[in-house]
């Protein structure tokens, strides 16, 4: 059983800039690869029985808001197998991030993170 983790880039475009953002943003959109290193805890989502049972795969997609000191404070599902869906909200949700910082100062995250479900090796 293997659960992989990945939050997703988000276009270009959609990335706000320091000179783009006016005064200090409450909020910005950040892209994967900048969000994942910042990453301090990530306890992994629990496999669900039934699930493994049933061979069931696949990757839960949520839309997450990480608040200025890191936390995880609001958490959406948008798409995947909804029998693995509660699983990946569980974990996420306690998931913890170093504070995001633009021009010194800490914003909220605005990002999209995947959760795969993989019963192989």
Known sequence: MNIAVAIDDVPQGAMLSASEAGPAPKRIVVGGNVQSAKIIRQPM??????????HMQGTVVLHAIIDKDGSVQELQYISGPPILMKNAMDAVRQWRY????LNGEPV???TTISVVFSLGG
Do not use: N, R
Request: net charge neutral; aromatic share 6%.
């Open 45 to 54: 989502p629990v496999y669900p029985a039934i699930a493994k049972s049933a």
């Open 98 to 101: 170093q504070p995001t910082l």
């Open 108 to 110: 909220q995250v605005d």
